[in-house]
């Protein structure tokens, strides 16, 4: 009987230990599901492909919110232009349906004229320069201007420089781009650009330039390497004129509406993972850009490289531009200028 006893505690002692460490569990379980129940759910845009450097940086700042927000804000990126054009997302986080994206400047100053300035051809020296531009005061500023038209700028992402590339026939100088249709963005600066260069503008959306290029709707297109690879526009346009006619950085935003329901805390870590993720889509950038024109030089294009007489006649060709902008925003072309010449200067 005793030994009875003893088994039939033993039995009892088992069972209250499975049921702590049951309950302990549930309690665990309980806290990990409170924790990961988001409080809000946001949209990403983004144009690129999934291993772009820009979606991998977006990518990295919903982690980074994730983490910081304990899982409070969770932001879904949508890459591959799923949620539309940049012109529509742009729409879009205005009127409520998406609240980041990842956006070319060349987008958001069609919207906001004076941000034009910091995408005008041939302004920065390289981009050594530009980003001495956007990590100063300069770039602080103008992240502010979006406000006016209902959208938060984050953060500067890069987007190297851009080339002009035709399938038609190679540009080898200012001469042969005469007459030619050209892709631009749905820009007018653009348009004014590749008007001033003596070709002809064709506004179409990104997602659309392989088709346009294929059906000869255009005779060419201009972007940076790793675009140019990544939405395979060496296949249908293998001349490739590296003549660097301008610099359109990237950026970070959010809407309006968005910024307005969160708290200041809350603001502030997002703020904090846009440039952190920021700097870690410009290490990306360098290598994918690398390996880009490796792939497209593996691929038959035919890169041309301007000599420095040559890149001269492009430079002068879009000096009009200046002399529009001048009269209005002088002062802030002269502040960016003057941070052109500080390795020089050493
Ligand atoms: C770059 C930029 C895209 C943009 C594209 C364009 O590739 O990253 O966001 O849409 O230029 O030329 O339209």
């Known amino acids: 009987m005793g030994t009875g006893n003893r088994s039939g505690k033993k039995v009892y002692l088992f069972l209250a230990m499975a049921a702590a460490v049951g309950l302990c569990a549930g309690l665990f379980l309980f806290q990990q599901t409170k924790a990961v129940v988001p409080k809000y759910v946001f949209t990403y845009a983004e144009n690129q492909t999934k291993d772009y450097p820009t979606t991998m940086g977006g990518m ?91 959208l938060i700028g984050l953060s500067w992402y890069d987007a190297g420089a851009r080339n002009i590339y035709c399938s038609t026939k190679p540009v080898r100088t200012l001469e042969d781009i005469k007459g030619l249709n050209i892709r631009v963005q749905e820009s007018d600066t653009m348009s004014e650009m590749i008007t001033a260069l003596g070709a002809v503008p064709v506004k179409i959306p990104y997602d659309q330039v392989y088709a346009a290029l294929e059906r000869r709707q255009v005779d060419g297109a201009e972007n940076n390497w790793s675009s140019y690879e990544a939405m395979q526009h060496y296949e249908v346009a293998r001349y490739y004129t590296v003549d660097e006619h301008i610099r359109i950085p990237e950026m970070q935003i959010c809407a309006k509406h968005t910024w307005e329901q969160l708290s200041e805390e809350d603001r502030v870590i997002i703020l904090e993972c846009a440039k952190e993720s920021a700097l870690y889509e410009r290490r990306l950038w360098k290598e994918y850009e690398r390996t880009a024109r490796e792939t497209a030089l593996e691929n038959q294009v035919e890169e041309i490289v301007l000599s420095a007489q040559e890149k001269k006649k492009f430079q002068d060709a879009v000096k009009p531009l200046y002399e529009r902008y001048d009269a209005e925003y002088g002062e802030d072309i002269a502040q960016i200028r003057a941070l052109g010449n500080l390795n020089k200067k050493e």
Do not use: C
């Open 60 to 150: 990295k700042f919903a982690a980074l919110v994730g983490e910081r927000t304990q899982g409070r804000i969770r932001i879904l990126v949508q890459a591959e232009g799923v949620l539309g054009s940049e012109t529509e997302v742009i729409r879009q986080m205005r009127y409520g349906g998406i609240d980041f994206a990842r956006i070319s400047l060349a987008q958001v100053a069609d919207h906001i004229p004076e941000m034009n300035v910091l995408q005008l051809p041939y302004l920065y020296e390289d981009a050594d320069h530009m980003w001495r531009v956007l990590d100063g005061e300069i770039g602080e500023r103008f992240l502010h201007y979006p406000e006016q038209y209902d």
